[in-house]
């Protein structure tokens, strides 16, 4: 087991010429991953003492009170503990119950998850918002069919309207439904009757998305809602909530902007990365920035930079959401998922890590303190100790992306050989399977429908798991 305080890059790095590591991992390695490059950087971790989420969930045993009961710190007369065999006897200072305690805990994390989604979705209605405005010049309307589309479903009038004021109408519209005091969310009406009925019944119908969050934070303070039922159903609400009036208007506007995706060919796996070139990994989940970087990696001028520095080009790859983004919009293969961060790092081989919001270990920074690899945090929402911060506003987003990639590579140069090591696993993947592409599949334009799959399920003509895309297509 790695030890945290262990000097960093205390060991010496199998050099490219030893067996692959995939062969020869130790059995920590092996049963702490099923991914053969995940387990070949682990073992490397492990060699150089450096300190990986994979090493800290052995090491940080989970807090007794969490892990066997519940503690409450909703006011300041506790924190109140309910642990041991009598907990569900046990009574907070207040008097509140496990079930309440629980139930409070556990919407106050949706409330926390939600947020993020929700806010995620707000900063495309603002990027959009600015389109319209005409004060983000390097984006544009990537999907103007789209975009009438869904301003239709938001009761926008669209006669006479070009797509810049529609953009602005429709992030103006969208923005507002965050904040609707009255009413549910506009996005709900696509929801089969049935489904609504069901929600009217059970009173979970979502309303503005900020009143759930504000509410639900209202209800579990001190002396508040103390049904734990009843707490559980504004929970559900919060939910769809998110869902409808979040990650849904996320999905929509950034299809808008950016282009819907449509089935698209590339890589996956740390074995993305290139030795021979600039390394610049996006990580988060905002498609904003990464949007932008894709053109500035690009860019005739940026390559030519590269070159002076030495590299063959400039290789850009992600992980977590932000890698989605630009794989099923641009085909950028994504050097892993969440649990990569830390491993891609380990390489050795990445100039520099862009982190957005959300997912983003404050361990990364750790790890890349052990070689040349910088971190950058661009959002004015998060900040991590020792990265360095270079704050993104779309209204200069392309300058913005283009100092980001200049500063990778910069940086190539500082990279120490002796110290790379690039995992040669990666997988072929086809990514970019949006509903409206499945529907096209499935019918076209003139009819659309799910009808060819589900009559060919039903008659048996088709049986067993759905094709393997499915697994791929976007939630
Ligand atoms: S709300 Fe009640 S249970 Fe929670 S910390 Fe305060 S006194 Fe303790």
Redesign the pocket.
């Known amino acids: 087991m790695a030890n945290r305080n262990r000097p960093a890059g205390g060991g010496d790095l199998p050099g490219k010429d030893t067996p692959s590591a995939r062969h020869e991992v130790d059995p920590p390695a092996r049963a702490r991953t099923i991914d053969p490059a995940a387990e070949e950087m682990l073992q490397i971790a492990d060699q150089l003492g450096i300190s990986t989420a994979f090493q800290r969930v052995d090491e940080v045993k989970p807090c007794p009170i969490g892990g066997e009961g519940a503690c409450?710190?909703?006011?300041f007369?506790?924190?109140?503990r309910f642990t041991g065999k009598d907990k569900e006897d046990k009574r907070?200072?207040?008097g509140?119950t496990l079930s309440t305690?629980a139930a409070r805990n556990y919407i106050r994390s949706v409330a926390g998850g939600a947020s993020a989604h929700a806010d995620h979705g707000r900063g495309i209605a603002m990027a959009l918002l600015a389109v319209g405005r005409g004060q983000a010049p390097d984006y544009h309307v990537k999907d103007p069919q789209k975009l009438r589309r869904i301003a239709a479903e938001f009761g926008l009038e669209l006669d006479g309207k070009d797509d810049q004021k529609l953009a602005e109408e429709l992030a103006l519209a969208a923005l507002n439904d965050f904040g609707r005091q009255e009413g549910h969310q506009i996005m709900v009406s696509r929801a089969p009757a049935k489904r609504i009925e069901k929600w009217e019944k059970y009173g979970v119908v979502p309303r503005g998305f900020d009143r759930e969050v504000v509410e639900s934070m209202h209800r579990t303070h001190?002396g508040t809602d103390q049904d734990a039922e009843h707490i559980m159903d504004q929970a559900v609400r919060l939910a769809l909530a998110d869902g409808w009036g979040g990650s849904m208007i996320a999905t929509d506007l950034s299809d808008i902007l950016f282009g819907t995706p449509k089935p698209i060919a590339s890589e996956a796996n740390l074995g993305v990365l290139k030795d021979d070139q600039v390394n610049i990994i996006v990580h988060g989940h905002e498609p904003v920035l990464s949007e932008l970087l894709v053109d500035a990696t690009q860019d005739p001028e940026m390559l030519e930079y590269a070159a002076s520095k030495g590299a063959s080009g400039i290789n850009l790859s992600g992980i977590c959401c932000t890698s989605n983004e630009i794989l099923m919009r641009r085909g950028i293969a994504p050097a892993g998922n969440f649990l990569h961060q830390e491993l891609a790092i380990l390489t050795g081989a990445v100039e520099l890590m862009v982190a957005d919001i959300q997912c983003v270990f404050q361990g990364v920074v750790e790890v890349a303190r052990n070689f040349h690899t910088e971190i950058v945090t661009t959002s004015p929402k998060a900040k991590i100790e020792g990265a360095t911060h270079i704050e993104f506003d779309e209204h200069r987003a392309l300058a913005i992306a283009k100092q980001i990639v200049r500063r990778a590579i910069d940086n190539y140069p500082n990279r120490d050989r002796t110290k790379v090591h690039i995992p040669q696993e990666k997988s072929a993947v086809i990514a970019g399977f949006s509903h409206e592409y499945i529907r096209y599949m499935l019918g076209g334009t003139f009819r659309g429908s799910l009808t060819p799959s589900t009559t060919t399920s039903s008659t048996a003509r088709s049986r067993g798991s759905p094709p393997s895309w499915a697994a791929t297509t976007r939630g």
Request: charged letters at 5%; glycine letters at 14%; aromatic letters at 0%.
């Open positions: 409450c710190k909703v006011c007369m506790g924190p109140c907070g200072v207040c509140a305690v001190a």
